[in-house]
């Protein structure tokens, strides 16, 4: 399973690389996906590897 930090870090990256394949974001550096349902779906998985995760909305 490896540590915490390691999985923290390679499942948004497979998560990033999996949505380059489907061409649902650009392949390259770029900022976080603006796309509500991708950034739910990131959100969701990484949710399943965290103790405590809470979303805050800035801009609301």
């Known amino acids: ?3 915490a930090m390691a ?3 390679s499942v948004p ?4 690389v999996e949505s380059v394949l489907a061409r649902e974001i650009p392949a390259g550096v770029s900022p ?3 796309d509500p349902k991708l950034v ?3 959100l969701s ?4 590897l ?3 995760l809470q979303v805050v909305d ?3």
Not at 13 to 16: D, K, P, Q, W
Not at 45 to 48: F, G, H, K
């Open 40 to 42: 739910a779906r990131y």
């Open 50 to 52: 965290a103790q405590h």
């Open 1 to 3: 399973r490896g540590t």
């Open 32 to 34: 976080a996906p603006h």
């Open 45 to 48: 998985e990484v949710d399943r």
């Open 13 to 16: 990256v497979s998560l990033a």
């Open 7 to 9: 999985r923290l870090v």
């Open 58 to 60: 800035h801009l609301a």
